[in-house]
């Protein structure tokens, strides 16, 4: 009898243990068998991570609402993983102070951010946000050093602020990764951009980032001094490059393209920047050095045919550098804006005198197809500069304005939509030489090259595999 007992015991404990083997959850995700059971991956992210994460290669995640990784957790993003902003919810994914993404792709598995809806269009979802704790000249609530990001994204817990005393601190890694019809119109001037950054440290990586489509801005950098090579700005509606409060970061290696009949209704440049809203003399001072960029805006031209008359007049300049903002460019391409360099002094502390002090460099650069190549707003404030002044200074740094988008010779650059533009300069382009890396500025953190714009030569195609042009 006892033997029975044991026998019966035995065989109801395999039971149970069969039944809870098989059972399937699937709660907010899909049932994945493990071998010795199965578990529930859940593809919907929202509220709060709060404990680090991966996200597996091959499958597809969805942001539902703003979604804030605190508490100093690491969200892993394998190669191949897509990432979608629930439709019509404004979906978008904060990495907050102290948090990290490491989001490393592959050229042939990229990581992509998109739209969820099956005819997307910009502003689809809000975008990608990396908060850190490097130094900017924001204040908030009476705490200088410390910035409330744009977009309506803090709240109670403050996880929306940004800013702190460490130039190197570490927000993860963003590396062959796509962000596609992005951007939030919060209120006017307070947008959620493709990809923004809030105080990010030069401890974080990126690398190969396209940003495709944005509704507002397609990289934005307020303070911070985190470092970017290879990106692209792929036809925003705003400005491509954006920098403010106090970003003291390095860029090498960047393209930016426009659609000729889409821009903003503040006005779209390639370039803007500010050291703050107010011009104001508040340090770290944006000083950010950018190198080897090539901006093709929405003027074609040659000597027997432009496009200007029909493109969106809300376009204005290829570089916008005003409000006491002292950023250097260098080796670098401008083509196709009303206005090429616009130096503008007429708000808060005039910008010329950044010029005035070598704080602001430009350098060995082309400006071509520009109605306007040059342009100068005096501050109210007279400082005796002028327009002549500034030709001058930019013709004694061994920059170059072209008349037609055709003389910079581009094998490829405006090529049709559904195929791969060619950025390489054409045999007798003048981006094949003419690079320089003397001025301090460059002395470290740069690759040192000979070729001036973001490409060298026809073998060079770091901007195709990895992204989409045919969106």
Partial sequence: ??????????????????????????EDGETINTGGGTTTEDFILSGKITTSRTLKANNTYKLRGLVY???????TIEPGTKIVGEADKNGGLIITRGSKIMAEGTAANPII????????????????????????????????????IEGGINNADGDGLYGGTDAADNSGILKYVRIEYAGYAFLPDKEINGLTFGGVGNGTTVDYVEVAYANDDSFEWFGGTVNCSHIIAYKGLDDDFDTDNGFAGKIQFGIGVRDAAIADVSGSNAFESDNDANGSALTPQTSAVFSNMTIIGPIQNSSSSSNASSINTLFQNALQIRRNSSISVFNS????????????????????TNISNGK??????????????LKYGAS????????ADLTTWFNSKGNTILNYSTDVKLAGAWNNVGSVPNFSPASGSPLLTGAAFT????????????????????TDYWYAGWTNWNL
């Fill in 380 to 387: 109210a404030t007279a400082t005796g500069y002028t327009l």
């Fill in 69 to 75: 990784v605190t508490n100093g957790a690491t969200l």
């Fill in 333 to 352: 391409v401008f083509v196709g804006y009303p206005v090429g360099l616009f130096i503008d002094a007429t708000k808060g502390t005039a910008t010329d």
């Fill in 1 to 26: 009898m006892k033997l029975l007992k044991t026998a019966l015991f035995s065989l109801l404990i395999g039971i149970l243990a069969t039944t809870t083997s098989c059972r399937k959850i699937e």
């Fill in 360 to 373: 602001l460099n430009f350098e060995n650069n082309i400006i071509a197809a520009c109605t306007t190549p």
């Fill in 439 to 458: 001025n301090t500025k460059l002395s470290s953190g740069f690759t040192t090259v000979t070729y001036r714009g973001a490409v060298k030569d026809a």
């Fill in 113 to 148: 951010f998109t739209s969820e809806k099956a005819s997307p269009k910009r502003g689809d979802w809000a975008g990608v946000v990396l908060l850190g704790k490097a130094p900017t000249n924001s204040s908030y609530n009476g705490t200088q050093g410390v910035g409330e």
